[in-house]
T-cell receptor, first 113, second 113 residues
Framework: GNSVTQMEGPVTLSEEAFLTINCTYT??????LFWYVQYPGEGLQLLLKATKADDKGSNKGFEATYRKETTSFHLEKGSVQVSDSAVYFC????????????FGQGTELSVKP | DTAVSQTPKYLVTQMGNDKSIKCEQNLGHDTMYWYKQDSKKFLKIMFS???????INETVPNRFSPKSPDKAHLNLHINSLELGDSAVYFCASSLAVSDSPLHFGNGTRLTVT
């Protein structure tokens, strides 16, 4: 079956620290992979995506590379800001299932000044 | 200019009541979804509609009945509400392809007392 596993939170970092949030997946076929971010009281927003192996998605200083050999899609940012505090969700969209997303459990990030 | 809007934002009701949540998108997308987010932030798909046709029903109790009068609207009606229905419900829309990102509404927080 299809599933996504993320590292547990909460993750607490100081401003300008390096961020890694681990994400691994199991899937049949070749899914597309996504990171979404949820700020308090809001819906999820797409952060970045990758649609095939070795693709790198990037946005707002965040990056993630689709690693088929390790079935991973880890999220990284070189220098976090207080405004990055949010819940981050890794997700996969199975091939040929019309856009359905399967989410990981979310990782809460708190960045302190 | 809200892309995906859902109402109400908050809904407090008693067990046994029937309630509805409305969702509209102005993005011209073909596919709409309902997701449920539990108290631990875990997101699970409930339903997906493509051009008013139900394409995903993830073993949701039949007390939940989605209705899509047109492809821009997907409403969720819940009969005989139970305590366990308390959650945040998110509407989303996308193009009907597996690498198309979802656009989420801001959620409806349902509290059943």
């Amino acid at each position: 079956g299809n599933s996504v596993t993320q590292m547990e939170g909460p993750v607490t970092l100081s401003e300008e620290a390096f961020l890694t949030i681990n994400c691994t997946y199991t899937a049949t076929g070749y899914p597309s992979l996504f990171w979404y971010v949820q700020y308090p009281g809001e819906g999820l927003q797409l952060l970045l995506k990758a649609t095939k192996a070795d693709d790198k998605g990037s946005n707002k200083g965040f990056e993630a590379t689709y690693r088929k050999e390790t079935t991973s899609f880890h999220l990284e940012k070189g220098s976090v800001q207080v405004s990055d505090s949010a819940v981050y969700f890794c997700a996969l969209s199975p091939a040929n299932q019309g856009g359905k997303l399967i989410f990981g459990q979310g990782t809460e990030l708190s960045v302190k000044p | 200019d809200t892309a995906v809007s859902q109402t109400p934002k908050y809904l407090v009701t008693q067990m046994g009541n029937d309630k509805s949540i409305k969702c509209e998108q102005n993005l011209g997308h073909d596919t709409m979804y309902w997701y449920k987010q539990d108290s631990k932030k875990f997101l699970k798909i409930m339903f997906s509609y493509n051009n008013k046709e139900l394409i995903i029903n993830e073993t949701v109790p039949n007390r939940f009945s989605p209705k899509s009068p047109d492809k821009a609207h997907l409403n969720l009606h819940i009969n005989s509400l139970e305590l366990g229905d308390s959650a945040v419900y998110f509407c989303a829309s996308s193009l009907a392809v597996s690498d198309s990102p979802l656009h989420f509404g801001n959620g409806t927080r349902l509290t059943v007392t």
